[in-house]
Nanobody, 122 residues
C-alpha cells in the first residue's frame, strides 16, 4: 500500500509564495520518480513538476518553469514544491504523485495523494 499526504496549501495573494510538502509512506520509493500535478476547476489534471527519487533530475511544465522548484529529502521521505510569484491562474488542487512518467506523450502517475487546495487571490 502506498500513501501520499500533501500539506502546505492555502490562500495567498498574487505575487506570494507557498511551499507544498508530500510525505510518502508504505512501499519504498527508491526507484520511483515523484511529482506534482494540479487541477483547476473545470479543467483536466495537469503536470507541474517531477523529480527523480535521487533528486538528480527535475523537469517542469512550461506554465510553472522559473516560478517553482521541486526537491526531495530522502531521509524524510518527503517531496516539496516551492512556488513563487503565484498568479490567480495557479489556483487549483495540487496533487502529489509517485511513479511519475510519460505514457503516450502525457505525464501520468500510478499513485496519488488526496490533494491540497491552493488559492491565489488577485
Amino acid at each position: 500500500q502506498v500513501q501520499l499526504v500533501e500539506s502546505g496549501g492555502g490562500l495567498v495573494q498574487a505575487g506570494g509564495s507557498l511551499r507544498l510538502s508530500c510525505l510518502a509512506s508504505g512501499r519504498t520509493f527508491s526507484s520511483y520518480a515523484m511529482g506534482w500535478f494540479r487541477q483547476a476547476p473545470g479543467k483536466e489534471r495537469a503536470f507541474v513538476a517531477a523529480i527523480s527519487w535521487s533528486g538528480g533530475s527535475t523537469v517542469y511544465a512550461n506554465s510553472m518553469k522559473g516560478r517553482c522548484t521541486i526537491s526531495s529529502d530522502n531521509a524524510k521521505n518527503t517531496v516539496y514544491l516551492q512556488m513563487n510569484s503565484l498568479k490567480p491562474e495557479d489556483t487549483a488542487v495540487y496533487y502529489c504523485a509517485a511513479k511519475v512518467r510519460v505514457v503516450a506523450g502525457r505525464w501520468t502517475a500510478d499513485y496519488w495523494g488526496q490533494g491540497t487546495q491552493v488559492t491565489v487571490s488577485s
